[in-house]
């Protein structure tokens, strides 16, 4: 036997005395045919002998065997990322070249090995095999020497600062002034509520997504360092962004004068210029994916695809919008090009990117399982079928007749894009299957509570179109098209993005949840906010029910103030180490395995 090799085995011991003291080795102790016959009586090297096998190449295939279940036994897939760089700081230029090397802040998550595997759709045993290789050679000699942690790009809130400052200033707080006003008995000027629309979209969904997105997608796609964008590049559109939607909000009420128009157009080529980074950013990433981790049709990769073509067409409705606000006398914008804005941007790019994040990331955070087969496909092609009709509707060709059908047929099939997803994925019905780690701030609870939303949000869409062409009830009303469209954009996607933080912004700098309670208290001001603006429905009717809805933006602003405070409290507090997560009760398993298909 080599003398590079440590000796764990003497072959002067009997063969019983050996499996007795490390029964794992019976496999290869079998595999050159000995084992306890005789009684095992005799030493290991006398036993080879009378076999004719070599004791050399007995014992390396012994040491091999001992090291796999040492290296089993010290290296559970159950124990967490962070207590495996403290314990085997070798182990961290491996994490490193499976992409997960800065996730977590620089001491790594609190949680298990097999569920990032899982989550970064890893071959599962592979990296296993070869974190524990790492770990069993990390012995306490050379772990004072061992490499320091790689140059990490750390979470960098500023997107996520940003869309909270623009949604608590030029937002949703103005919203709330807004509604307060109307229910006053005073007037909203139109384009007040236009850029209103247009901060809640670019500078809160939009900002935070792409903030997101720019730390995360080259992680959850695997392309490591090659993915990463630039961090000047990544500042940059974040400030170009930020400067776009402000100065939409100074331009466009001052319409009137060229100072306005200036800033409008200003806006719109500084909001352009932030997307076609982003764009390029995306599309870079999706050209790069590792062949054998995600096939080139995996709905998630279509998702992220399509989602993206429709922010690019949302854009070009913005710096169609720049260009008229510049050339004409007039701060309202028309229709035709506001509301497909709000369409591709709401229905097709935020609802496209949810779609693709829910069914990769959200079935394994509510351990529901995958998705039925093609629902995914089916969901994706009512979706792009509903934007091109909607956005279709509003061509100035078009008689009224046939673009309110178009309209309604594009609306139609984004819901129905809706309902097949949900039916396909179970996030509404479907109890948890899979091992589920617990988390701070039941996020998992938002989270679908978001998708009922989204539920919610679809049923009332396709009712009023059904309503409205076979009756002669007049359900397409801008009251109750006004309360879908909160029910999305309140109940739906600021609850997911909530529930969605709470579970990985935590994860991402490595910190513990600051307060479950705010969280919980976060979720159920959102949701109330949500059902106060479907008073609109009996307002039709009773208009004393919209007053009383109009304080809606209440609780939907004092959820977002402890929601940042939360947030904010999280990310700068220190790294606390919590319980080891554990698995639903109900669903308790033997250890954690992939789920997921590994090609």
């Not at 990490?152 to 030029?170: C, D, E, K, Y």
């Not at 630039?230 to 009137?256: E, S």
């Not at 710096?319 to 028309?334: E, F, K, M, R, T």
């Not at 935020?350 to 969901?379: D, Q």
Request: some cysteine; aromatic content about 10%; hydrophobic content about 50%.
């Amino acid at each position: 036997m080599s003398d590079s090799l440590p000796r764990h085995i003497d072959p002067s011991l009997p063969v019983r005395d050996i499996l007795a003291r490390r029964p794992h080795l019976a496999s290869a102790l079998a595999a050159h045919g000995l084992d306890s016959c005789c009684g095992g009586q005799h030493p290991l090297a006398d036993a080879c002998r009378a076999k004719g096998v070599a004791l050399d190449e007995v014992l390396t295939d012994l040491e091999s065997a001992h090291r796999a279940a040492e290296a089993h036994n010290i290296v559970p897939p159950t124990m967490s990322i962070r207590e495996l760089t403290r314990r085997f700081p070798a182990t961290r230029p491996v994490l490193e070249r499976y992409g997960l090397g800065d996730c977590g802040g620089p001491d790594g998550p609190e949680e298990p090995l097999a569920w990032f595997a899982t989550v970064h759709r890893l071959p599962l045993e592979e990296f296993l095999r070869d974190i524990r290789a790492a770990a069993v050679e990390d012995t306490s000699a050379r772990r004072a020497e061992a490499p320091a942690a790689p140059a990490a790009s750390p979470f960098s809130p500023h997107f996520i600062i940003g869309a909270m400052f623009l949604t608590l200033t030029l937002g949703a707080t103005t919203g709330m002034i807004n509604l307060l006003r109307i229910a006053a008995g005073g007037d909203v000027p139109i384009d007040h509520r236009q850029i209103h629309g247009h901060t809640q979209i670019l500078g809160f969904a939009a900002m935070f997504l792409m903030g997101i997105a720019y730390h995360a997608l080259p992680r959850i796609l695997g392309v490591g360092a090659r993915g990463m964008a630039d961090k000047r590049t990544v500042r940059t559109a974040f400030w170009m962004m930020f400067a776009g939607v402000i100065l939409r909000n100074a331009g466009q009420p001052m319409g009137l004068h060229s100072w306005g128009r200036l800033l409008s157009l200003a806006s719109a080529a500084l909001e352009l210029a932030s997307a076609f980074l982003f764009v390029r950013f995306v599309f870079r990433l999706l050209r790069c994916v590792r062949e054998g981790k995600y096939d080139r049709r995996d709905p998630l990769l279509a998702f992220l695809r399509y989602g993206t073509l429709y922010f690019g067409l949302a854009m070009a409705f913005v710096g169609a919008q720049g260009i008229w606000l510049a050339g004409n006398l007039d701060s309202v914008l028309p229709a035709s090009l506001n509301e497909p804005f709000y369409f591709a941007a709401l229905y097709g790019f935020l609802l496209a990117w949810i779609y693709g994040f829910g069914h990769r990331i959200v079935s394994l955070f509510l351990g529901v399982g995958p998705a039925i087969r093609g629902t995914s496909e089916g969901a994706l092609a009512l979706q792009t079928a509903g934007v091109i009709l909607a956005v279709l509707s509003w061509l100035p060709a078009l008689s009224n007749g046939a673009a309110l059908a178009l309209r309604d047929a594009g609306l139609g099939l984004a819901a129905l894009s809706a309902l097949v997803y949900l039916g396909g994925n179970g996030f509404l019905w479907r109890r948890s299957t899979l091992p589920m780690l617990r988390t701070p701030g039941n996020p998992t609870f938002a989270i679908r509570a978001a998708f009922a939303s989204l539920a919610l949000w679809a049923v009332l869409q396709l009712s009023a179109i059904l309503v409205s062409r076979l009756t002669a009830l007049p359900a397409q009303n801008l009251w109750w098209a006004d309360a879908a469209r909160h029910v999305f954009t309140i109940g739906f996607l600021t609850l997911v993005i909530v529930g969605m933080s709470f579970r990985i912004l935590p994860v991402f700098s490595g910190k513990t949840l600051w307060s479950p309670h705010l969280a919980h208290c976060t979720y159920a001001l959102l949701l109330l906010g949500a059902a106060m603006r479907l008073l609109q429905y009996p307002a039709a009717f009773r208009p004393v029910f919209y007053v009383i809805g109009s304080y809606m933006g209440i609780p939907v602003v004092l959820a977002l103030v402890l929601f940042v405070v939360n947030l904010m409290r999280t990310m700068r507090g220190n790294a606390k180490p919590r319980p080891q997560p554990a698995v639903s009760p109900s669903r308790r398993a033997k250890g954690f395995v992939s789920t997921l298909p590994v090609r």
